[in-house]
């Protein structure tokens, strides 16, 4: 099978497809041939090996696995034995390690059924991004009717299905993003668009404060983000984006969980759990219309590492995918993603 690998930390344009031998799995794993793999934002601190703590688990001087990518869309080719929710055939999305292949293997617990209305592109940049933003809102931030919610980061991939699962939820969203990015965010679904380029959220001097804070850009420190959160308010830092070079925004999010017991706010931070239980509620937002894949753009195997220097360079609004098949589209493919149309 062709698939794309690195050989140490760094950056993208060390990739390279290199054929390999079918993988092996295991009696809880799933074999699926993929049509396509997320280019997000966990599966770049997997290619650079940053912030450095990461590495204490994916191995310290270089990658243990040398296939790169963790989202993944495709078909079902077989099962281990003790699988019995999948079958041969089945349309499925998840996460696991080495997706941007021909072949991966997945682990059925990190696995779901790909919604009817959604294509393989579509639903192969579901569950990194898709899952953070559920577990953010739904579990951590108890978004309600009537909240005002603000998401910093709103472009990304975290924060673009943050905007979405919040207005859905009934609340006022107000989206922070780069100036060029402020028409996909209003498209997203935000009532309020500030470019942080030109204007500085937290200076809002006596305008009404949020009820709910979501970060997922680390650009501000949680003193500056306090003031502009109501009393009683809610704030989540996701996952380690800015920060140091050791810690990322890590350390920003432990600290902050550390002072939440000490005032009226909650102060809490997320790393998303890759349950299938949360991918089917992912599938079900996506299926009944809630949320929309934020897909930007699509491109071939053969063009990964593009797709993650366009990451890097902060060029993405929404997602990006690599196709590594190239498939007719889906049943109710009508509508097209929600910030532009993908290109093979």
């Not at 650009?219 to 003031?227: D, E, G, T």
Request: neutral net charge.
């Amino acid at each position: 099978m062709r698939a794309v690998v690195q050989s140490s930390y760094g950056p993208p344009d060390q990739l390279r497809i290199e054929t390999l031998g079918v993988p092996q799995f295991g009696d809880t794993d799933v074999l699926v041939e993929v049509h396509a793999a997320g280019a997000g934002r966990g599966a770049w601190h997997l290619l650079t090996g940053t912030p450095l703590m990461a590495r204490l688990g994916i191995g310290l001087r270089r990658p243990r696995r040398p296939v790169v990518g963790t989202d993944v869309a495709g078909v079902v080719v077989a099962t281990g034995a003790k699988v019995d929710c999948f079958e041969p055939g089945d349309r499925v999305f998840g996460i696991g390690r080495g997706t941007i292949a021909e072949l991966a293997v997945v682990p059925a617990s990190k696995l779901a059924s790909i919604p009817p209305n959604c294509s393989f592109a579509e639903a192969s940049i579901l569950a990194e991004s898709g899952l953070t933003a559920l577990q953010a809102v739904h579990d951590r931030a108890e978004v309600r009717p009537g909240d005002r919610v603000l998401v910093l980061g709103a472009s990304g991939g975290v924060g673009s299905f943050a905007v979405q699962m919040s207005t859905g939820l009934g609340a006022r969203v107000t989206g922070v993003c780069r100036s060029d990015k402020t028409s996909a965010v209003r498209a997203f679904g935000a009532d309020e668009v500030v470019a942080y380029d030109r204007a500085d959220i937290t200076e809002r001097g006596d305008r009404e404060l949020f009820d709910v804070i979501v970060d997922t850009g680390g650009r501000h420190p949680v003193r500056w983000l306090r003031r502009i959160l109501a009393p009683r308010g809610r704030l989540v830092i996701v996952g380690g984006e800015g920060g140091g070079h050791i810690t990322g925004g890590f350390g920003r999010g432990f600290r902050a969980a550390a002072l939440s017991p000490f005032v009226g706010q909650r102060l809490t931070m997320v790393l998303s759990k890759e349950a299938s239980a949360d991918l089917e509620r992912l599938g079900e937002l996506v299926a009944d219309g809630t949320v929309r894949p934020p897909l930007e753009r699509t491109l071939p195997l053969d063009r990964a590492a593009d797709a993650f220097a366009l990451l890097e360079a902060g060029q993405v609004t929404g997602k990006v995918a690599v196709v590594v098949r190239a498939d007719p589209p889906a049943p109710d493919d009508d509508a097209g993603p929600a910030t532009g149309q993908s290109n093979v």
